[in-house]
């Protein structure tokens, strides 16, 4: 498919946070003006997208979607996905991009059961309606790759397993702030009130993240020297993580997940 968002059609069947962000984010990009079509379900979504977006519409249904679109979005649960896929009817052209979380192409084109011209899978996150994030992409995939490079930044990968190996890392998400909620919690145990515990941690780790930012090919090694100073309290500090588990019971929940995504 020629990567021209003046000649294209872009679909989403399925309209919950993930398509909003993706949606939002476009918005903010040169695809700004290309047109848009979102399944009626999900609608209070769907008639904000529009509301908020003049290249937005709204199909009569999943299959009007199809009907009406060159890139289709698969963004539905995957408790519904076979359901909701084997009930319509693709077009050998069609470019197909799904989100469906833990269900592998073989079983996706088992579904659609019919030719298409492409089919990856991607993880965007919510992210990317602020342009901001990774998203993750299997097989590689030209228009995969110019579409969320422009809603922040694609890591395109030639292999399943490094796929669900980053399908894995991004179910940090909840990880991350439960650390954040801990620590505040531990701070308004010791005195401190909440509303100030929350708004340094907040831009404590806003300047971490910068900090990554800033250095893309240094190693979080690196990064850990760079921010601890030899028998130092950052250094106690992740080293009482280590010792007291924090770091085997992360691996661990990692494993249990990676599990998860190749039953």
């Not at 896929?85 to 088992?110: E, G, K, N, Y």
């Not at 919510?126 to 228009?143: K, M, N, R, S």
């Amino acid at each position: 498919m020629e990567i021209d968002p003046k000649r294209m059609t872009i679909g989403f069947v399925g309209t919950g946070t993930i398509t909003e962000a993706v949606v939002t984010g476009l918005g903010k990009t040169a695809f700004c003006d290309t047109p848009i079509v979102l399944s009626p379900r999900g609608a209070s979504v769907a008639g904000r997208l529009a509301a908020a977006n003049r290249n937005v519409s709204i199909a009569l249904g999943n299959q009007d979607v199809l009907d009406r679109s060159d890139l289709v979005f698969m963004a539905v649960r995957p408790q519904i996905a076979e359901e909701v896929i084997r009930s319509l009817r693709f077009r050998p052209d069609h470019h197909v991009i799904s989100f469906v979380a833990a269900t592998p192409i073989d079983q996706l084109l088992a579904w659609i059961d019919q030719p298409v011209h492409h089919l990856s899978l991607a993880i965007p996150l919510p992210f990317v309606a602020d342009l901001q994030g990774a998203t993750a992409i299997y097989p590689p995939d030209e228009v995969s790759h110019t579409l969320f490079s422009a809603l922040g930044t694609a890591i395109q990968v030639e292999d399943k397993q490094e796929f669900e190996l980053l399908a894995v890392a991004s179910c940090l998400m909840a990880t991350y702030f439960g650390i954040l909620d801990a620590t505040s919690s531990w701070l308004q145990s010791q005195g401190l009130s909440r509303p100030a515990g929350d708004a340094y941690l907040r831009q404590l780790f806003s300047g971490l993240a910068h900090a990554a930012r800033l250095k893309p090919v240094a190693s979080f090694d690196e990064l850990i020297g760079e921010h601890s100073t030899k028998g130092g309290l950052n250094e106690q500090v992740l080293e009482d993580f280590r010792e007291f588990g924090g770091t085997a019971a992360l691996q661990k929940a990692l494993d249990r997940i990676l599990a998860r995504i190749r039953l």
